[in-house]
């Protein structure tokens, strides 16, 4: 157990690092403990920090990806117009859930099956959708209760929508496994990374290849052009 018998009177007490970060993760711990230690080196209650050559390995996180599959599987699912339009254009356009929630129907161009976003930091960006997407959304325009807002439901509305539709089905979904699944099956199709990064509204392509982690040597041999052709 991480401890520094420090006052500022003088006294001894102890301070257990562990007690204030329980519940975090090990790499949050490490870094509370540092700096706690580099304040105890500044203010010259000791020579060195403990902490100076630690670190910790972090594991990979868990980034589920739906499979077209069992995309296919949820949108059959799918039981009602709102259902529909969730999983279509989550799927479509890579949208993020929050995202998602804000769309108005100003944002709409159903002529060029397009969406005008406002993502993180305000950042706007232009998506589009297809055919089958849009068939869906006009028949929910048609029948849903007069809003602003397309869904007219929250953030957490939409996770509470895919939580029943994943009961149902047994497929464990959520916003980011559509999001990843829009990576992947965008790249597969020949799509530049450059271009999945804008759509997404990645800041850094470094990102957009986390999302794009299951795309592997068998799908570039499918795309692969020969260089020398004459």
Known sequence: MLKKLIDDQGARREIHIKDICRGISSHAYLRAARTFFNWAVEEQYIAVSPCKNLSVKVPNADRYTLSAEQLTLLVE????????????????????????AYIRIGDLDMTAQTIRIKGKGKKRRV????????????????????????????????SSLLVALGKKTGIRCNAH??????????????????????????????????????????????????????
């Open 77 to 100: 699912a799918c039981d009602t117009d709102i259902h529909s339009v969730v999983v279509t254009l989550l799927a479509d356009t890579g949208i993020r859930r929050s995202e998602l």
């Open 127 to 158: 998506v589009r959708f297809g055919d089958v997407t849009a068939s869906h959304v006009k028949s929910w325009i048609q029948t849903r209760p007069a809003a602003e807002q397309l869904l007219g439901i929250s953030a957490v509305g939409i």
């Open 177 to 230: 496994s559509f999001r990843r699944l829009f990576a992947c099956e965008a790249i597969r199709n020949g799509m530049n990374l450059f271009h999945v990064q804008s759509l997404l509204g990645h800041s850094t392509l470094e990102m957009t290849r986390l999302y794009a982690h299951e795309v592997g040597s068998e799908d570039a041999l499918a795309s692969y052009q020969p260089t020398v052709t004459f």
